[in-house]
């Protein structure tokens, strides 16, 4: 076969981004020069490597067995240049993704660690949705990601070399009140009394729906603010702008004016917080982030407020 380093690395952003336009975005190219690349890879391939659907593409089984050889050809060309350049490889990068609400603490507090005891290790991290990080991982633009998932906990996904999922701990989700508002001095409410009331939200999408609306609740959440960033979701909650789900996990963040408190009168919605490698043997560095990360996993905050 008959294929160029361009080539892999166009096969590599596609799957990553599921979409020609995503891809050609993140590289810098035309989507028509994309197009091109992965016309060229699929007739030295001899087999369709994605699938077009209306969302964008996704990879055939042929496809998929082409990506996990070219994340280990680049990944082995980037460690070389790294070794031609004078690196060690204990202070080589790592890519580290991770759910939102593990930024502000988890990850912040990992990173700090690091940089007293390992302060020529270089982490570049990324947030994101459970589906694009796990495609992330696959792709090999990931090295370990923190993921978080509901009961039954299955697989991220059912691809072939099976990802390494090392559970971290696990948390009940409260509900972010303010302080001064309606609930004020209370440490729970049932379902009925906060199933009216207005929700700050994430952007809804397929593969994320209405991340900060408590699940199950009777009716239709009256979404009022929709939000991507959880500190400003907070920021919202303490001025009397609405009430939001977040894990305990998140209350060393929690801005003056607001409370976690319980939700009653219905089954606990518990949360588990993974750490998921890539199939790939780790690196040295990988692994001193993963420890570093294992540390503060090791003391989540207290469920209480």
Known sequence: MDMT????????????RGT??????????????????VAA???????????????????TTEGRALLRHAVVALD????????????EAEDGPVRLGFFPTAGAVIVARALATLRREHPRIRVSTREGTTPSLVRA???GTLDIALLS????????????????VEPLFETRLTVAVAASGRFAGRDSVTAEEIAGEPW?????????????????LPGRPRVRHTVRDWLTKLHLVAAGAGITTVPPALLPAVPPGVRLIAVEGVAEEWRRVSLVHAPSPAT????????????????PADDSD
Do not use: C, K
């Open 149 to 164: 998932s509901r009961p039954p906990h299955r697989s991220p996904d059912t691809d072939a070399p099976p990802l390494r």
């Open 5 to 16: 380093l361009v080539g892999l690395r166009v096969l590599r952003e596609v799957a990553e």
């Open 284 to 299: 040295a560095s990988a692994n001193a982030v993963a420890h570093a990360l294992r540390q503060e996993a090791a003391e």
């Open 76 to 87: 082995a060309l980037d460690a070389a240049d790294r070794e031609l350049r004078g690196g």
């Open 41 to 59: 890879l699929e007739q030295a391939a001899g087999a369709r490597l994605f699938d077009r659907h209306p969302g964008g593409v996704r990879l």
């Open 20 to 37: 020609i336009t995503a891809a050609a975005e993140a590289l810098g190219y035309t989507q028509s020069a994309v197009s091109r690349q």
């Open 200 to 216: 700050i939200a994430g952007p809804a999408a397929a593969e994320e729906p209405l991340l900060g609306v408590w699940p199950g």
């Open 137 to 139: 991982l696959r792709t």
